[in-house]
């Protein structure tokens, strides 16, 4: 991610009413209190009990580590209380047919990546020249996917050795870790259904008016209601951009299966591609979340959980699949008049990889830096949103895109038929002509690019698609100092700790 905004108060208003207790709703109201709650802002979340939460949501990016620290939440207090994880980064089997290149590994890096970025070009180099590729895939260049084939925890170990990493969660026990800790900071929390939203006829809202409290008013609302938007869309119709013609999956079946207790436990997301979408699995202390993402125009809900069944082995009937609907895509804008939207009302891009949570965070810290500070200031920010989604609907868009799966017409159409963004147009054509210059390419973008350099690197090299001419990558590296560069990962290795070890510790200390 490229923004860190500071969580400034400007102006706060006395009373902001959140509707929804999801995931989005309780990082609002914990987000908003820990930044306004000293200067006298009442804060009220209400949910519905009729109508429940998405209940998925088990993966989180690096930010999510900045969320509990801000808040000074050690790991060592809601990891345990929400069978938490360590996540390492992604890896994605199945999504290229090329020889030595079927699995790829997005990685959480650290600085000492950096080096490591060369013997990418070195590769290609070498292929282009129909040499002898170094013997090893681009993802041996990174520390982090090292770590977890070993299954070891990315934190810091024997050698003070450090990477990013990020973590699984249940996605339940989140939102009620989050609310324990919302109320005793003041949150006050009720229970009741809105059944018809008041505007002003001005572009903002009046009240909300509820089965069981009447009508409720406040200087901010916070829509956090879902896919609904029952605030943001039905009342205040800000127009919806959808994704559909870049992002076909509209659909999703989820299922746990168990623990395997007798090997290491994994600090990776599994990102599988299967015939009409992909499948993730997702370590919890507790059981494994599976879930298999994909597009109801290819597939039906009956098939895609016959296939994820057959993934999975989960063919035990009493275990229940759940399936969902998505809509991908983002509102124009997500603040409009009092109305902040954020989570699923806001937008959603689908979970490949794991970013909403991370939009939510982006969200709520740059409004609280904006809020008060004018109307140049909310259209900065509402810019700035709208291009972090696009930024991170590009970089899902070009795993489908570089894939080279032939199996159905599936991923045939989503590599040939799904329209580039001008961002991924100008990115590929710079990389499959002259590689070198992908830098200086990602330089020229870097306003509308969310993900680093490395990650987009990695995805090109990763799937196997590599540049025609690599002469101005400026790299002076022969094929030992790669495995070299290989070898180093590897030896980190051993200096770090054992994922379940660290887990099962964490579990002990928190009985
Ligand atoms: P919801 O959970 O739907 O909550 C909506 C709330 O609004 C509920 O409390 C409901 O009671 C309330 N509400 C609605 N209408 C009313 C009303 N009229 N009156 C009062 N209250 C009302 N995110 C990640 O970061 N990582 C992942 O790995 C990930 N995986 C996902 C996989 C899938 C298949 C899907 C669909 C999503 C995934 N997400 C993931 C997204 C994540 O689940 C959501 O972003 C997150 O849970 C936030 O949801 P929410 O709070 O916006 O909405």
Same mark, same amino acid.
């Given at each position: 991610m490229t923004g860190t905004a500071k969580t400034v108060p400007q102006n706060p208003p006395d009373n902001v009413l959140i509707i929804g207790g999801g995931t989005a709703g309780w990082m609002a109201?914990?987000?908003?209190?820990?930044?306004?709650?000293?200067?006298?802002?009442?804060?009220?979340?209400?949910?519905?009990?009729?109508?429940?939460?998405?209940? /998925?949501?088990?993966?989180?990016? &690096?930010?999510?580590? /900045?969320?509990?620290?801000?808040?000074g939440i050690p790991e060592s207090e809601w990891m345990p209380a929400c069978n938490a994880t360590y996540k390492c980064g992604i890896r994605f089997p199945g999504w290229s047919t090329r020889q030595g290149y079927r699995s790829y590994y997005h990685p959480f890096f650290t600085l000492d990546d950096n080096p490591f970025i060369q013997p990418f070009f070195h590769n290609a180099d070498l292929r282009r020249r129909k040499s002898v590729a170094v013997d090893a895939h681009p993802d041996s260049f990174f520390v +982090?996917?090292? %770590?977890?084939?070993?299954?070891?925890?990315?934190?810091?170990?024997?050698?003070? *050795?450090?990477?990013?990493? !990020? *973590?699984?969660?249940?996605? =339940?026990?989140?939102?009620?870790?989050? #609310?324990? #800790? +919302?109320?005793?900071?003041?949150?006050?929390?009720?229970?009741?259904?809105?059944?018809?939203?008041?505007?002003?006829?001005?572009?903002?809202?009046?009240?909300?008016?509820? $089965?069981?409290?009447?009508?409720?008013?406040?200087?901010?609302f916070v829509d956090c209601t879902g896919f609904a938007g029952l605030l943001i869309g039905r009342t205040l119709e800000v127009p919806f951009h959808s994704y559909r013609d870049h992002l076909f999956n509209d659909s999703a079946v989820a299922l746990p299966t168990p623990t395997e207790l007798n090997v290491g436990l994994p600090s990776e997301t599994l990102s599988t591609a299967l015939r009409h979408g992909w499948a993730w699995k997702i370590p919890l202390t507790n059981r494994f979340g599976n879930g298999y993402v994909y597009s109801s125009d290819y597939c039906s809900p009956e098939e895609a959980e016959r296939e994820l069944r057959e993934h999975t082995?989960?063919?035990?009937?009493?275990?229940?699949?759940?399936?969902?609907?998505?809509?991908?895509?983002?509102? $124009?804008?997500?603040?409009?008049?009092?109305?902040?939207?954020?989570?699923?009302?806001?937008?959603?891009?689908?979970?490949?990889?794991?970013? @909403?949570?991370?939009?939510v965070q982006e969200t709520l810290e740059q409004f609280i830096t904006a809020h008060g500070q004018g109307e140049a200031a909310r259209a900065a920010f509402n810019r700035r949103i709208g291009q972090t989604f696009d930024g991170v609907r590009d970089y899902v868009f070009m795993h489908?895109?570089?894939?080279?799966?032939?199996?159905?017409?599936?991923?045939?159409?989503?590599?040939?038929?799904?329209?580039?963004?001008?961002?991924? $147009? !100008?990115?590929?054509?710079?990389?499959?002509?002259? =590689?070198?210059?992908?830098?200086?390419? %990602?330089?020229?973008?870097?306003?509308?690019?969310?993900? +680093?350099?490395?990650?987009?690197?990695?995805?090109?090299?990763?799937?196997g698609r590599?540049?025609?001419?690599?002469? #101005?990558?400026?790299?002076?590296?022969? &094929? +030992?100092?790669?495995?070299?560069? @290989?070898?180093?990962?590897? =030896?980190?290795?051993?200096?770090? &700790?054992?994922h379940r070890a660290v887990i099962d510790a964490m579990l002990t200390e928190a009985a």
């Open positions: 109201a914990i987000l908003l209190a820990h930044a306004w709650r000293q200067h006298g802002t009442r804060i009220t979340l209400m949910e519905s009990a009729a109508i429940g939460t998405i209940g /998925v949501g088990e993966g989180s990016t &690096p930010r999510m580590r /900045v969320f509990f620290e801000r808040l +982090s996917q090292h %770590l977890a084939q070993g299954r070891r925890a990315p934190v810091a170990g024997r050698g003070n *050795y450090s990477t990013d990493y !990020a *973590y699984h969660f249940d996605a =339940g026990l989140i939102g009620e870790f989050l #609310k324990r #800790k +919302s109320l005793a900071m003041g949150v006050r929390h009720i229970e009741d259904t809105v059944n018809q939203v008041e505007p002003t006829g001005t572009g903002d809202i009046a009240a909300v008016h509820t $089965e069981r409290h009447g009508r409720m008013a406040a200087d901010l082995g989960q063919h035990d009937p009493a275990v229940e699949a759940r399936h969902l609907k998505m809509r991908i895509g983002r509102r $124009e804008d997500c603040w409009a008049g009092n109305c902040l939207a954020v989570g699923l009302s806001q937008g959603f891009i689908e979970p490949l990889e794991a970013t @909403a949570l991370m939009l489908y895109k570089l894939n080279t799966r032939t199996d159905t017409p599936y991923w045939i159409d989503n590599r040939e038929n799904g329209p580039c963004s001008d961002v991924v $147009e !100008a990115l590929l054509a710079t990389w499959d002509s002259r =590689g070198g210059d992908i830098l200086a390419a %990602l330089n020229e973008r870097s306003e509308q690019l969310v993900y +680093s350099h490395t990650s987009w690197i990695c995805i090109l090299a990763g799937m590599f540049p025609r001419n690599t002469r #101005k990558a400026g790299h002076k590296h022969q &094929p +030992s100092d790669a495995r070299a560069v @290989a070898r180093t990962c590897q =030896g980190m290795v051993p200096l770090l &700790p054992d």
